[in-house]
């Protein structure tokens, strides 16, 4: 029956408009956000200035896989938006009907949902990695360029886990597209108020590592290049993003399993 459910969720998303206005968006944030770079790199050649280091292709790939702005937060709205039809339109009560558990129901939707972000933003990635390879430099200084971009990305799809976890877990367990985007934003901006902290207060080296299980941390420090620099931060951010997501999606479904649907 899991498959079942799978190929269902998969089936009404690839019929669904959303899916395609994703692809639209990002693909006008990702030439946008090419012409802004593109300006800026004009305007200080024309001014006879040194281009800032942080427009080159790899600053580029880091910004296409940032979920907490431009692209990468209109695509977790509208997934949001895509798993709240699952209780609009009735189909996870049809899903009971035939047979369909309602674990099964809900890792079929988590798994549907990831691969659905994963694929925009990786969309986001190649198509930004493109634009700006065509100006700017890799900024790659050592190394191969390929593999270095395959690292970033794979950091970038770390971090980007628990955002569509903890959507997916509010939306299943409020069963309602209002009170799953408002919690959704809400965590966001009070995520976002925690990570600057440590610009506007003197914390401790152990503090500041802890502090790192915030998936906003997480994104300026990998913006930055942090990560890579402090290994034991990056590595303090991959172990939090097995676990807390892990706990979310024990919870989530035994939760989900409890719940009244109707």
């Known amino acids: 029956m899991f498959s079942k459910s799978l190929k269902a969720d998969f089936y009404r998303l690839k019929k669904d408009n959303l899916l395609w206005i994703s692809v639209i968006v990002v693909t006008g944030f990702s030439v946008f956000t090419f012409l802004i770079y593109l300006l800026m790199h004009n305007l200080a050649t024309a001014d006879g200035l040194m281009m800032p280091p942080i427009i080159t292709t790899l600053a580029g790939l880091r910004l296409a896989m940032n979920m907490t702005n431009n692209a990468g937060l209109i695509v977790l709205i509208m997934t949001i938006v895509l798993m709240a039809k699952d209780f609009r339109q009735s189909t996870i009560r049809n899903k009971m009907i035939i047979g369909i558990k309602r674990r099964e129901a809900y890792f079929s939707s988590l798994i549907v949902y990831y691969l659905f972000v994963l694929g925009i ?25 390929i593999l270095e971009f395959l690292k970033n990305y ?10 569509v976890i903890i959507a997916h877990f ?81 919870i989530g479904s035994f939760l989900f399993s409890k719940a009244d649907i109707k």
């Open 121 to 145: 933003m990786t969309y986001n990635v190649v198509l930004t990695v493109l634009l700006f390879s065509t100006t700017f430099e890799s900024g790659v200084s050592e190394g191969s360029v």
């Open 154 to 163: 794979a950091v970038g799809v770390a971090i980007l886990t628990p955002w």
């Open 170 to 250: 509010l939306t299943y367990v409020t069963k309602s597209l209002g009170l799953a985007l408002g919690l959704t934003i809400g965590l966001f901006f009070l995520l976002q108020i925690v990570a600057l902290i440590p610009q506007i207060v003197e914390v401790s080296e152990t503090t500041g590592l802890l502090m790192h299980f915030n998936p906003v941390l997480q994104t300026m420090s990998y913006n930055m290049g942090g990560f890579f620099e402090e290994k034991k931060y990056l590595w303090f951010s991959l172990g939090s993003n097995a676990v807390i997501p892990g706990l979310l999606i024990f």
